[in-house]
């Protein structure tokens, strides 16, 4: 393998209140950068020039200690944490590069936000010169966590504040001890407030910290994940949909309507939502060529991946949409949903009266790409309010366009369509399809309620039997009961 690089960018002099002046320069892209520190800013300067002059010359830096290879070897400046023996933070950006190729875009953010939660807290104690907790959650989350972006100069605020929490990450030994666990456990319970976090929030972001420490197991850099010793109270985590939630079909084309006044080109995304029972995500992703619709009768999708809204920053196109499979399936994997004529006619009528977007896709944002959550959550929760009365508008009920297909899927459920059935055209598990849903079937307690009420009424109690001579009575204080 070839051990030099002409790739060479010199940063700034990183200059700290109370700290020795740092030259941090990057050679062949990887990081984190190399590091000299100096007692004074002359010094730090004059090794800077000296970099800066083997870079204009075009020489040739090393990849294993930085240095341009016309140097003799110096000895090294004040040590970086060992492979053997790295700080915490270090650890979780190898993690993290480790886990970036093969993730998908919301993965990587939601990787990067828990290990920022996490770094953030495991510090040592009595660190001066700290950054604003805003600023280290920047540094982190969108910096340090995401390797695109940190092959990227950072500004002087977010260099101060990965500059600090070099110096104060612990050790990731410290992170085997319970008490340490311990913090890094309480710290993804939280919110970014101090609020208690969602039961699903934390339980992602314990995941992910489980999963860095099984990573340091795998590199022989922990004996056993420091997690399992810890006993701590999860949270129930409750995956069933508030019933709440599910509008009657009456409800929801009363909104439809009033998406019709106001964003026509909007009635068809939806009523996939609730007609079809779609994602989101996958309505996103629909293309003409996905819509098989005749003139009459029922027609069906063809669902071939979904385009989850993920930010620019963590997709490999840069674009704001991540095209990929539908959710837990394999990457060619295409999914049928019968629709309804009614879908039928909203698709035709949307097809031939408004253009694709610049991509193809059936659906499109006001300037022509994917469309936007922003714009359709907007457009429906307007909707909503008018349609609604002010009590009903006042509870949950169809509160997301999420809840659209919540709704769709309980009314085939009601309707009695078998649940393996739905749970293909959902693209659920059958398991998973009963325990989200099993609250949202209605029907079953009347009937339940009627059964009970028809046992009551037959079941008449006999009437008692006086006991003959011959069978004898029961002296006082005896029992007729077994003993």
Not at 116 to 143: C, K, M
Not at 207 to 225: F, H, K, P, Q, S
Request: hydrophobic share 40%.
């Amino acid at each position: 393998m070839n051990d030099e690089s002409y790739d060479v960018r010199i940063w700034e002099i990183m200059k700290r209140k109370g700290r020795k002046p740092t030259v941090r320069w990057v050679v062949g892209g990887v990081l984190p950068p190399f590091r000299r520190t100096f007692s004074t800013v002359p010094l730090a300067d004059g090794f800077r020039s000296k970099l800066m002059v083997a870079t204009n010359r075009g020489e040739p830096f090393s990849l294993t200690d930085g240095l341009p290879l016309s140097w003799e070897r110096e000895a090294p400046g004040p040590p970086e944490p060992t492979p053997e023996a790295p700080t915490w933070y270090r650890h979780a950006l190898k993690y993290c590069d480790m886990k970036w190729p093969h993730a998908a875009a919301n993965s990587r953010s939601g990787i990067a936000e828990a290990l920022a939660v996490v770094t953030a807290a495991l510090i040592h104690e009595d660190q001066s010169d700290a950054p604003e907790p805003q600023t280290l959650r920047d540094a982190l989350y969108g910096w340090a966590f995401n390797p695109p972006k940190r092959a990227q100069e950072p500004t002087p605020e977010i260099a101060h504040a990965i500059d600090w929490i070099e110096d104060a990450s612990v050790s990731l030994a410290d992170v085997a001890k319970p008490a340490v666990i311990r913090q890094a456990l309480d710290a993804v319970a939280l919110t970014m407030e101090g609020k208690k976090a969602a039961t699903s929030t934390f339980s992602r972001k314990r995941a992910i910290l489980y999963n860095a420490l099984e990573y340091a197991v795998e590199l022989e850099l922990l004996d056993a994940n420091p997690v399992d010793k810890v006993k701590r109270a999860r949270p129930t985590y409750q995956e069933a949909v508030d019933r709440r939630v599910v509008a009657s079909p009456s409800q929801v084309r009363r909104i439809l309507a009033e998406v019709k006044k106001s964003r026509p080109a909007l009635v068809a995304f939806f009523g996939c939502l609730y007609f079809a029972a779609l994602r989101p995500a996958e309505a996103v992703r629909l293309r003409p060529e996905n819509c098989h619709l005749p003139k009459r009768g029922w027609g069906y999708l063809e669902l071939t991946g979904s385009s989850p809204r993920a930010g620019s920053a963590w997709t490999d196109s840069g674009n704001t949409h991540d095209d990929r499979s539908l959710k837990h399936r394999s990457e060619k994997e295409v999914r049928t949903v019968p629709i309804p004529p009614e879908l039928v006619a909203l698709l035709r009528w949307h097809l031939d009266t408004f253009e694709r977007s610049k991509d193809g896709r059936v659906f499109r944002s006001v300037r022509g790409g994917p469309l936007s959550e922003s714009l359709y959550g907007h457009v429906w929760s307007e909707a909503r309010a008018v349609a609604l009365s002010e009590a009903v508008a006042a509870t949950p009920l169809a509160e997301r366009p999420y809840d659209l297909r919540h709704g769709g899927v309980s009314l085939w459920l009601n309707a009695g369509v078998g649940a393996p059935e739905v749970a293909e055209r959902a693209g659920h598990s059958v398991n998973v399809l009963l325990r989200v849903y099993a609250k949202c079937i209605d029907g079953q307690a009347h009937v339940a309620n009627q059964r009970i009420q028809d046992a009551l009424e037959r079941m008449v109690d006999p009437e008692p039997v006086e006991p003959t001579d011959a069978e004898g009575e029961a002296e006082p204080g005896e029992s007729d009961e077994p003993g």
